[in-house]
T-cell receptor, first 116, second 112 residues
Framework: DGGITQSPKYLFRKEGQNVTLSCEQN?????MYWYRQDPGQGLRLIYY???????QKGDIAEGYSVSREKKESFPLTVTSAQKNPTAFYLC???????????????FGPGTRLTVL | GQQVMQIPQYQHVQEGEDFTTYCNSS?????IQWYKQRPGGHPVFLIQ?????EVKKQKRLTFQFGEAKKNSSLHITATQTTDVGTYFC????????????FGGGTRLMVKP
């Protein structure tokens, strides 16, 4: 089956701990994204990557870090510097990203992070 | 601040009634996409509109892109309980780089 997988589905963390959320895709997509969704809210872009070994900050990158060492993987680390990390985190990918056209984004099932 | 706004934020309808959600941008959009997120699920792509004044239909769903490419709407005719979920619009702000900006979403609840 082709698609995007995220793990774990639920994650609990103590304050002050870093935690890494996994995102893997086998769709052969070049672009990958991380969004944060708070209850009753829309999606806010954390980081995005258009190509391997390159990534850019989104609207709310503070307290987060990413890496893109492989085309199919785009892990997100929520650091202790993130003041309010409890949220639903969604990873997405798309075939291409040009300056004037955005292809369909395919989303993973998400990870619900709760800070205790 | 948020540059893509959606109204209403919530909508309760009786099954069989129509439903419309509106998406408005402070700047011109290169294109607009619509997504649906079921309760507890993840967003799923519905459609993309590119041309000024474009109208597309998917069964009971009708999508419109405004002439000025600053607004869009999604209309559902004769809602069903399977339509329950949150509908998001998302677009590229023409003068805002090439990132997709999501609206806050409209949560639709359908009473059987």
């Amino acid at each position: 089956d082709g698609g995007i997988t995220q793990s774990p589905k639920y994650l609990f963390r103590k304050e002050g701990q870093n935690v890494t959320l996994s995102c893997e895709q086998n769709l052969n997509h070049d672009a990958m994204y991380w969004y944060r969704q708070d209850p009753g809210q829309g999606l806010r872009l954390i980081y995005y990557s258009q190509i391997v070994n390159d990534f850019q900050k989104g609207d709310i990158a503070e307290g987060y870090s990413v890496s893109r060492e492989k085309k199919e993987s785009f892990p997100l680390t929520v650091t202790s510097a993130q003041k309010n990390p409890t949220a639903f985190y969604l990873c997405a990918s798309s075939i291409v990203w040009t300056s004037s056209y955005t292809d369909t984004q395919y989303f993973g099932p998400g990870t619900r992070l709760t800070v205790l | 601040g948020q540059q893509v706004m959606q109204i209403p934020q919530y909508q309760h309808v009786q099954e069989g009634e129509d439903f419309t959600t509106y998406c408005n941008s402070s700047t011109t959009l290169s294109n607009i996409q619509w997504y649906k997120q079921r309760p507890g699920g993840h967003p799923v792509f519905l459609i993309q509109l590119v041309k000024s004044g474009e109208v597309k239909k998917q069964k009971r769903l009708t999508f419109q892109f405004g002439e000025a490419k600053k607004n869009s709407s999604l209309h559902i005719t004769a809602t069903q309980t399977t339509d329950v979920g949150t509908y998001f619009c998302a677009g590229i702000l023409r003068w805002g780089g090439n990132m997709l900006t999501f609206g806050g979403g409209t949560r639709l609840m359908v009473k059987p």
